[in-house]
């Protein structure tokens, strides 16, 4: 069993910047990579950036230039930088867990970009 508690979503205005945190807890060495997720109302929840164990990244294209996956092994913890965010932005972000024979996730964080 793997554990996710998200934090760090919150109201920005458009161009602001926003730091969502993912704390993981139970059994950690079965995860092979981490990621983010999102969905925004009325909308299937999609691909923002995963990152492996070996620090490996993949961004969606609505994410490449603007937002920064990273991950700190030693607090279990992965961040999603999210730099000069739009109002699309706009989503409930989830955090996952890949243990490669299935996966966890998180309750998800509020984004909210609006002036």
């Known amino acids: 069993q793997v554990q996710l508690v998200e934090s760090g979503g919150g109201l920005v205005q458009p161009g602001g910047s926003l730091r969502l945190s993912c704390a993981a807890s139970g059994s950690i060495r079965s995860i092979y990579a981490m990621g983010w997720y999102r969905q925004a109302p009325g909308k299937q929840r999609e691909l923002v950036a995963t990152?492996?164990?070996?620090?490996?990244?993949n961004y969606a294209d609505s994410a490449k230039g603007r937002f920064t996956i990273s991950r700190d092994n030693a607090k279990n913890t992965v961040y999603l930088q999210m730099n000069s965010l739009k109002p699309e932005d706009t989503a409930v972000y989830y955090c996952n867990a890949d243990i490669r024979t299935g996966d966890y996730w998180g309750k998800g964080t509020l984004v909210t970009v609006s002036s």
């Open positions: 990152i492996t164990g070996g620090g490996y990244t």
